[in-house]
């Protein structure tokens, strides 16, 4: 139900926040695997960039489409044990990756981990909503922000170094059963769980997805989700490929070169969730401050273009980790926004809706990426097209997402939310 001011925690839960930073790097390390195991994987299955790009592709399809749904089943019911069904079925469809022989049983098992995966951001949403008050979202969603950067990192480092040394598919097998490890710590949490994290009742089921997509703050934020992700995910899907051919790195020695960017990304999270819930506790409104990291962050990630320019692979890296370090900015705020303005009592169905759209990003960058590298021979246009993508994101905070306050629903009972309750 939607907290009352009676209901509110005395304190931010830790351990849950750990468990869902955890279960965020276990996304980001499912989602990008195929990426890591693409060099080796292709050659075996005789993947051209194409086809392979259709595959990277095929796990936002998915994701995606079934966001809106996730969205519902996190309002509506207990969202911790909708997440760790969830979570089940994607590391089940890694670990059955390991063992896969085609392109066709490949692109299906990427369908079901897509199908999983969705019901992860609209949970983590809900759950900070329900569980934090304004002046803590930004490090709380750095916190999850950090895992998913987390993920790619290790993900290309540890797993670049399995498969150079056994093979892609132990990759496979090692971390989706390896993942399942997680799931007792998860449903043991549930146990004692507030009443506030269970789905809303229908006297309380806030407003429609009508409602919300009449807003136009709600159509901002999706156009700067699908920006920031556009990047993201070009650089989780491409940058292993990126470093192979054109930078000519063995796998080893991209599987550590690799990690910095995701490595910078997940500390500029951490630094921009610190510095916005400072600045805002300071007297600063969260409409000023999380609409500047938001452009900031943008605005300087555009620095992955001359990365793929300059002639030095030091230089290029370098940039590379500049601009993940100023995506980091915005990432840790670009769901302090989304929970700021829908608040709790539609905080699941905006985020699953918001990530629908936002998420095909991920079926346009792989391909798109893919089809151009298989045109022109080069990943210089695939940069710049990242670059145009960011400007985009830039202009949809500056003219969009110009207020971050909680938005009135008609149709929902006024009653205090925990962020109200506590700047009172």
């Known amino acids: 139900m ?13 351990w849950l926040l750990a468990l869902l930073s955890a279960s965020c790097c276990i996304n980001y390390i499912d989602r990008g695997n195929l ?47 909708v997440f760790g069904i969830g979570f089940f079925l994607w590391s089940a469809a890694t670990a ?17 981990l897509g199908m999983g995966e969705s019901i992860a951001y609209p949970a983590y949403s809900r759950i900070i909503a329900g ?17 998913s950067q987390a993920g790619p990192a290790l993900g290309t480092l540890v797993g670049g170094l399995i498969v150079a040394h056994y093979g892609w598919r132990p990759l496979f097998l090692i971390l989706g059963f390896g993942a399942m490890l997680w799931l007792p710590a ?51 899907t491409w940058l292993p490929s ?67 320019i300059v002639e030095s692979p030091v230089i290029s890296i370098v940039l590379m980790m500049v601009a993940c370090l100023s995506l980091g900015l915005f990432l840790s705020n670009v769901w302090a926004i989304t929970q700021t303005l829908a608040g709790p ?3 699941g169905r905006w985020t699953g809706f918001q990530n629908a759209l936002g998420n095909l990003s991920g079926v346009v960058a792989p391909a798109l990426t893919g089809w151009i590298v298989a045109k022109t021979g080069s990943f210089s246009l695939a940069f710049f097209a990242v670059g145009v993508v960011l400007i985009l994101g830039v202009l949809a905070y500056v003219f969009l997402v110009t207020d971050v306050s909680p938005v009135t629903w008609k149709s929902q009972p006024v009653e205090p939310s925990i962020a109200t309750a506590a700047r009172t």
């Not at 195991?37 to 995606?64: H, N, V």
Request: hydrophobic share 50%; with cysteine.
């Open 96 to 112: 059955v990756t390991g063992l896969a022989g085609s392109f066709a049983i490949l692109f299906g098992l990427r369908l079901v």
């Open 131 to 147: 569980e934090v008050p304004e002046r803590r979202r930004g490090l709380a969603n750095a916190l999850v922000g950090a895992g």
């Open 2 to 14: 939607v907290p009352s001011s009676g209901e509110r925690p005395a304190q931010v839960n830790w």
């Open 345 to 347: 009592a539609a905080a």
């Open 186 to 236: 998860w449903f043991a949490s549930s146990v004692h769980r507030p009443k506030r994290t269970l789905g809303l009742s229908p006297r309380q089921a806030g407003p429609g997805m009508l409602e919300i997509i009449r807003r136009r703050l709600f159509w901002g934020t999706v156009i700067g989700l699908f920006c920031l992700d556009y990047a993201l995910y070009f650089l989780i």
């Open 242 to 308: 990126y470093l192979v051919t054109v930078r000519h790195y063995s796998i080893s020695r991209m599987a550590v070169i690799g990690s910095f960017p995701f490595i910078s990304l997940a500390i500029g999270s951490l630094f921009g969730g610190w510095a916005s819930d400072r600045w805002i506790a300071a007297g600063s409104t969260p409409t000023r401050v999380r609409r500047t990291f938001a452009i900031a962050g943008q605005l300087m990630c555009t620095l992955l273009v001359p990365a793929a």
């Open 35 to 81: 990426s890591v195991a693409a060099p080796q994987l292709s050659r075996e299955l005789a993947l051209g960039p194409e086809k392979l790009g259709l595959l990277l592709s095929a796990f936002f399809w998915t994701y995606a489409s079934f966001q809106i749904i996730a969205g519902w089943l996190v309002d509506r019911f207990d969202v911790y044990w």
